[in-house]
Structures are given as C-alpha cells and as structure tokens.
C-alpha cells in the first residue's frame, strides 16, 4: 500500500483532503502544527496527528495542503 503523508491536515483544505482519502487505497499520515488544526481533525473525522518527522518515515508521497506563504517553512523542515 502507497503511504502518503498529508501536511496541513487540519486546515480548511486539509480537513476536506483527509475525509476523501479516507475513502482511498492510501495509508494516509496526517501532520498539522496548530491545535486548533488538530482538534478540528480529530473532532471532525477522529484522525490524530503525527509528528513530521513520524509522517516522513518510509513514505512515498508528500501532500501539502498548506498556505502559499508556509512553503518555505516546510521545506525547512529536514534542513
């Protein structure tokens, strides 16, 4: 099965992104920074986060549901 991690999982779009592809093939990671974003996920489908670091191990497609303006932050991430 194809591992895919779903960066921004608690936002508005990410929210939407996570309850379709619980509906898919993929073993989806969720990642979400903010509690809020995580509290919506969880309250919403019952999805909890995972570290970043967690997400990325062995996974085979990176999703960004982020804003425009966090980009750079999360290519950051593993430099």
Do not use: Y
Request: aromatic letters at 2%; a positive charge.
């Amino acid at each position: 099965m194809t591992k895919l991690a779903l960066f921004g999982a608690g936002g508005k779009m990410g929210v939407r992104l996570s309850k379709n592809l619980t509906k898919s093939d993929f073993n989806t990671v969720h990642v979400e920074v903010s509690p809020e974003g995580r509290a919506r996920l969880k309250a919403e489908l019952g999805i909890e986060c995972q570290a970043a670091d967690a997400a990325l191990d062995g996974v085979d497609v990176v999703v960004l549901a982020v804003p425009d303006t966090a980009i750079k932050k999360v290519r950051s991430i593993d430099h």
